[in-house]
């Protein structure tokens, strides 16, 4: 049983966001603390439908992350950057899909599981801020 071309090259679920994705380099967000880049955030998209894609990069992580691929995002979230007040250095931050309201589950760097509030996109806790990363590509952000 043969395959035709344009079965073999269906790019594998994870990578389609339409019915033609062309997924591009587009920039960093870099993490400063102290104006020193401890990590930053690439962002990806596609050329056809303009949805966005990120990961997370940790300097001096060196481990691959659980998904291959461009992670999936929802059409109601939003990429963004968790920031921890009670964390140092690497720790501090976390890439993370946010929905407008509601809730979200994080784990600590010991291992337990919080619940922040989230309002307008944004994380409302005294301990936690965000912002959004689309809303900050080709610059550096001071956490």
Request: charged letters at 30%; a negative charge.
């Amino acid at each position: 049983m043969s395959e035709t071309p344009s079965e073999t090259t269906k790019p594998p679920e994870i990578y389609k966001c339409c019915d033609n994705p062309q997924i591009t380099y587009l920039a960093p967000v870099n993490i400063n603390i102290d104006e020193r880049t401890i990590g930053s955030v690439d962002v990806w998209r596609c050329a056809a439908c303009m949805k966005s894609f990120c990961e997370e990069k940790t300097l001096g992580i060196e481990s691959i992350t659980d998904i291959v691929g461009m992670p999936r995002i929802e059409n109601d979230e939003k990429w963004a950057v968790i920031i921890s007040k009670l964390q140092k250095g690497k720790d501090k931050w976390k890439l993370v899909k946010l929905k407008q309201n509601g809730m979200i589950k994080i784990e600590t760097v010991d291992e337990k599981v919080i619940e922040l509030k989230i309002q307008d996109y944004k994380i409302v806790d005294d301990y936690h801020s965000s912002f959004l990363v689309l809303d900050h590509i080709h610059h550096a952000v001071e956490i």
